[in-house]
C-alpha cells in the first residue's frame, strides 16, 4: 500500500466520542508500564511518556489499567486513583495531553482473584474472587507463600467495590480531568471473573449461575457511573475471546457470543433510553492476553470474529489487537473503513514509537518493541525510544534510563 491509502482510509477522519472531537481515529490502547511510584502515585516518567505521545496526535490516548483501591489490587508500581494526591499527579498528565490538543481516558482497574498475594499480606488485604478459586496452581501456591487465602466475595464487599468505582469515577473526572473512565471489564480482571462460569464464579446468589446474574455486578457498576459523570464520559472494555487468567473464550459456557451478546444487548438498551456509553473497547480474537494467536490456531478452535458487536452496539467502538502486527496492515484498513464509528487501538508499538500516529499517517516504518523492558521499574525502555528520524540509541547504562519514577504530588 502507498503512503496516501492509509492517509485517505477513515483512520485519519475526524470524529465525535461522546462529547470529544477527535482528529484521529489512532488509539493509545491500555498498556501496563509500572513506572508509578512504590506508593502507588503517578510520576515524572508517566507524564513525559503520556506527554510525548499525545504530540501531534489529535486521537485518544486510554492510559494504563489503575487501580480503584488498594483492595482493587495490588500490582509493584501501578497507579492508583482513589486519593486527592493520586488525582492531583494523575491531573498533571491530563493538562500535558490536552496541551497537546490530545483526548484522555483513564481505565479503572480491579484484580480480584488475581492480585498480587504477597503485596495483598503486607498491606493488610482480602484477596477476593467471585467464589474461591484460585486462577493457577502457581497463584495458589504464591497465596500459600504470602499467608493468606482466597475468599469468595460477601455481598458487602461487592457494595464495597461498587463504593470504590464511585469515589474513582469522581476523582478522575472533577479532580484529575479525565475526558472518559473506561471499566476495565476484560482479561480475567475482577468483572471478567463475574462473569465467567466453572471454575471462577460458582455462586449460587444473585450474582452467580444465569447469564444474567454474572452480568449483574458489572451492570450495576456502569449504573451507577452513568448516574456519577455522565454516560457520554464512560465505557467498558471486553475480551469476548480471549482465554487468559482463567477466562474460557471460546471454551465458556454459555458460548461467549451468548454471554457477550447479553451484556452489549443492556448497554445497547441503556444506549437507547438516552444513556449510550462514549465507546466500548473491544479486545480482538487476534491477542489472548498479551499472546497473539494466529488465524490458523483461531480457526481450529473454533474462535470466530467480532462482527457480532457491531451488530449489537450501535455506538463507538475501538477495536484493539495486533493490528499494527503485519505489513501493509490489511486488518486495520478493512475494520476502520468498515463503518463510521470504529476508532483502532495499538499499545505495543505505541512503546516504541512514541510518534507512532504520524509515523501511520507518512508511511514511515516502525520500530520493534522489546517486550523484556516493559515491566522495569526504570525509564529504560520506557522514555528512551525516540521519534522517526532520531537514530541515537540510548543504553540501559545511561543516566537517562536509570531514572526511577518520583511523585507528582
Do not use: C
Not at 474462535?303 to 486495520?332: E, H, M
Not at 463510521?340 to 520500530?367: E, H, M
Amino acid at each position: 500500500m502507498t503512503v496516501s491509502d492509509l492517509k485517505e482510509t477513515n483512520l485519519f477522519k475526524p470524529i465525535k466520542v461522546g462529547n470529544v472531537n477527535l482528529t484521529t481515529r489512532v488509539t493509545y490502547a491500555p498498556t501496563t508500564r509500572r513506572r508509578a511510584t512504590v506508593d502507588f502515585i503517578p510520576s515524572q516518567l508517566q507524564l513525559q511518556y503520556y506527554g510525548d505521545r499525545s504530540k501531534d496526535n489529535g486521537g485518544l490516548i486510554i492510559t494504563e489499567a489503575t487501580f480503584v483501591s488498594k483492595q482493587g489490587g495490588l500490582y509493584d508500581q501501578a497507579p492508583g486513583i482513589w486519593s486527592e494526591r493520586q488525582a492531583k499527579a494523575w491531573r498533571a498528565i491530563t493538562d500535558k495531553v490536552h496541551e497537546n490538543n490530545t483526548a484522555i481516558s483513564v481505565q479503572l482497574w480491579n484484580l480480584g482473584r488475581v492480585a498480587s498475594p504477597k503485596l495483598a499480606k503486607e498491606h493488610g488485604l482480602k484477596l477476593l474472587g467471585p467464589s474461591a478459586f484460585y486462577e493457577s496452581e502457581a497463584s495458589e501456591k504464591a497465596a500459600q507463600e504470602a499467608g493468606i487465602e482466597i475468599q469468595a466475595a460477601t455481598i458487602e464487599d461487592i457494595e464495597n467495590f461498587k463504593k470504590e468505582y464511585v469515589v474513582a469515577a469522581k476523582l478522575a473526572v472533577e479532580v484529575a480531568g479525565f475526558d472518559f473512565i473506561e471499566v476495565h471489564g476484560a482479561h480475567g480482571y475482577l468483572f471478567d471473573q463475574f462473569l465467567q462460569g466453572k471454575g471462577v464464579n460458582e455462586r449460587t446468589d444473585q450474582y452467580g449461575g444465569t447469564i444474567e446474574n454474572r452480568a449483574r455486578f458489572l451492570l450495576e457498576v456502569i449504573d451507577l457511573l452513568i448516574d456519577t459523570v455522565g454516560a457520554e464520559k464512560l465505557a467498558v472494555r471486553l475480551s469476548p475471546w480471549a482465554e487468559v487468567q482463567g477466562s474460557a473464550g471460546v471454551n465458556g459456557d454459555p458460548h461467549p457470543i451468548v454471554l457477550y451478546g447479553y451484556v452489549l444487548s443492556e448497554l445497547e438498551k441503556r444506549a437507547k433510553q438516552g444513556n449510550r456509553l462514549a465507546y466500548i473497547s473491544i479486545v480482538e480474537p487476534r491477542v489472548s492476553g498479551v499472546t497473539d494467536v494466529s488465524a490458523e490456531e483461531a480457526q481450529r478452535k473454533g474462535i470466530a470474529s467480532n462482527d457480532f458487536v457491531l451488530d449489537i452496539w450501535k455506538g463507538v467502538v475501538v477495536r484493539s489487537g495486533a493490528y499494527l502486527s503485519t505489513p501493509g496492515f490489511p486488518s486495520l484498513i478493512k475494520d476502520v473503513n468498515a463503518n463510521d464509528r470504529t476508532l483502532i487501538g495499538a499499545s505495543r508499538f505505541w512503546t516504541s514509537n512514541p510518534d507512532l500516529v504520524q509515523r501511520l499517517k507518512n508511511g514511515q516504518k516502525l520500530t520493534p518493541y522489546d517486550r523484556s523492558t516493559f515491566y522495569l521499574h526504570t525509564n529504560y525502555g520506557y522514555n528512551t525510544w525516540k521519534k522517526y528520524g532520531d537514530d541515537t540509541v540510548v543504553s540501559e547504562d545511561d543516566p537517562v534510563s536509570k531514572k526511577t519514577p518520583v511523585a507528582l504530588a
